[in-house]
């Protein structure tokens, strides 16, 4: 049986030992205490053609159109077909011509909105994100843990999408919303877990590697090569990102090929459903196959896979002094994914309410979104490039409209002439929308990059999917109450405004991404030279968690 404890003589043995290797390792000390680049291991393989393109095709299957969007649409649909009339009473049909255009169903002895439900469904979803980011995330750092967690949330969320050919009877919308909950999940899942490989990825590029070396020769400033590496990260992040509405593209096209023979068939929806989801199986299956072994240390002794996630977490928070700009960004990042999740959750009810939930109308509002993601994901690189301009001057940019969206939704409390009721405006939502928040989740990736500590990628990526995903446990429960006592989708616009203003002031104002960044590497470094000063090398000696060893 592993040891989890040690005897006080043992303890004090290892005291004296990792004493007297701190003392022999002052100046390494002193000079990790000024190191401000990440490590590159150079065992670590180059990567591949193949490796980088089968990272691109991830991302072009896990576009999120069945998870994210066709699954809510099937799952409110069956629910409001299920539903009734609250102004004329049970027996009624949501969907009559006459209808008030309220919808409840029985729920927990009473009844509640068909849209309380649907945002019920999102906010458990992300609460158990939160519990998966938290207790198995950063675990995923060591040895190849990371990539079977990967693959295991990937194929839990295909098998929820073609489960969905079952959902055929709005008396199965207890179902539908089940499956949409683990699709859902998953799927959030598979994009915290792909994403953390990214910066290992970025940093392991035949161009990055010769970054690397003409700074060591003194070929090139520290200034220029963060510049260019930052540089080199944004390529690899917008690539990924426009191939994932490229993705988005083909798939909706694909809809095109069954709704329009096929727009008189009942089952059409699930058809759908199970084509795109094929999609993402043919087009993610191969970074599986291609991506390099570039495995963690391995786990410490006396350690768990369900430990050792929380113990990281609570460690990484406790240096949050030595982190500032890292933990700052985290915190209002968390506020701002709430307000936008949460914000994309309402108005995507306003729209299948307004559209009749027509898959047919929603596929062609989402290509008008995925033509201009794609194109301004790339358009938005080239002005990077060309200009050269930071990543947080670009993620600004963006964040202006996030503002704006919930604003907007705002104004249709006072006025019926604008703010999410007519159909115009949900054409513009989703072409505002792709121009500006496609290249939002790029950047907000790479911002994440370049404040992570070299070495602690999964841990760091867990809690910015934390903030990302897990985060709008908050709002959709906060919105659905106010939806409840108002009677009025629109109610909830206010809050989310609020919460997307004070979050995007902080980051405009908050967070030094340049300091942020030496900050970061330093932190790594130090930990790294006492881990090997006191013998760990992740081999789990006492007075650590992780690989981390406790400090002061």
Request: proline share 4%; glycine share 8%.
């Amino acid at each position: 049986m592993p040891a989890t404890k040690s005897s006080t003589d043992d303890k004090g043995s290892v005291d004296a030992v990792a004493g007297e290797a701190l003392d022999k390792t002052s100046n390494d000390l002193v000079e990790a205490s000024s190191m401000v680049l990440a490590p590159v291991s150079q065992d670590e393989p180059i990567v591949t053609r193949k490796e980088l393109w089968s990272y691109y095709m991830y991302y072009n299957g896990d576009n999120g159109v069945g998870p994210l969007g066709f699954s809510m649409t099937l799952f409110q649909s069956l629910a409001t077909s299920a539903g009734y009339d609250p102004v004329k009473g049970p027996g009624s049909s949501c969907l009559a011509a006459d209808a008030s255009g309220q919808c409840v169903l029985p729920w927990g002895g009473g009844t509640k909105a068909v849209a309380s439900i649907v945002l019920i469904a999102n906010g458990v979803s992300f609460a158990v994100m939160t519990l998966i980011f938290t207790t198995i995330g950063s675990a995923a750092d060591y040895g190849t843990f990371g990539r079977w967690l990967l693959f295991a949330v990937t194929v839990i969320c295909w098998a929820a999408q073609f489960a969905s050919m079952s959902l055929t009877e709005p008396s199965r919308w207890g179902l539908a919303m089940a499956l949409f909950m683990v699709g859902f999940i998953s799927y959030g899942a598979t994009l915290v877990f792909f994403a953390a490989a990214f910066p290992r990825l970025a940093r392991n590029t035949a161009h990055a590697r010769k970054l690397r070396e003409k700074y060591e020769a003194g070929e090139v400033s520290l200034e220029e090569y963060e510049r260019e590496e930052s540089l080199e990260k944004n390529r690899i992040s917008n690539i990924s990102t426009a191939h994932s509405n490229i993705g988005y593209i083909v798939v909706l096209c694909l809809n095109l090929s069954l709704l329009l023979p096929l727009n008189t068939d009942p089952r059409v929806n699930n058809y759908c459903l199970v084509l795109i989801n094929g999609y993402w199986v043919i087009a993610g299956i191969w970074w599986f196959i291609f991506q390099q072994p570039r495995p963690g240390p391995p786990l410490p002794k006396g350690e768990s896979y369900l430990t050792i996630g929380w113990k990281q977490i609570w460690l990484a928070v406790k240096q949050y002094k030595k982190l500032p700009y890292t933990f700052i960004y985290l915190f209002s990042f968390f506020l701002l994914a709430d307000g936008l999740n949460t914000t994309g959750t309402l108005v995507s009810i306003c729209q299948n309410d307004k559209f009749e939930f027509s898959f047919l109308q929603n596929t062609y509002l989402g290509l008008a979104q995925a033509i201009t993601s794609t194109a301004s994901t790339l358009g938005f690189w080239y002005i990077q490039r060309y200009w050269k301009i930071s990543t947080k001057k670009m993620f600004v940019v963006t964040n202006v409209f996030t503002i704006i969206i919930p604003f907007w939704g705002m104004l249709g409390i006072w006025t019926d002439k604008i703010g999410f009721h007519n159909v115009w405006e949900f054409w513009t939502y989703n072409v505002i929308f792709g121009i500006f928040q496609a290249p939002y989740y790029a950047f907000s990736q790479t911002m994440m990059a370049e404040l992570s500590p070299p070495e602690y990628d999964n841990m760091f990526f867990g809690l910015f999917g934390l903030s990302n995903r897990a985060s709008s446990m908050i709002g959709p429960n906060v919105i659905q109450a106010i939806i409840d006592k108002s009677g009025s989708n629109w109610m909830g616009f206010p809050f989310l405004f609020a919460l997307c203003a004070s979050a995007s002031l902080i980051i405009w104002f908050g967070v030094d991404v340049h300091k942020g960044r030496r900050d970061a590497a330093k932190w790594a470094g130090d930990i790294r030279v006492k881990r090997n000063a006191a013998g760990l090398s992740g081999e789990g000696a006492k007075g650590t968690s992780g690989g981390l060893v406790k400090s002061d």
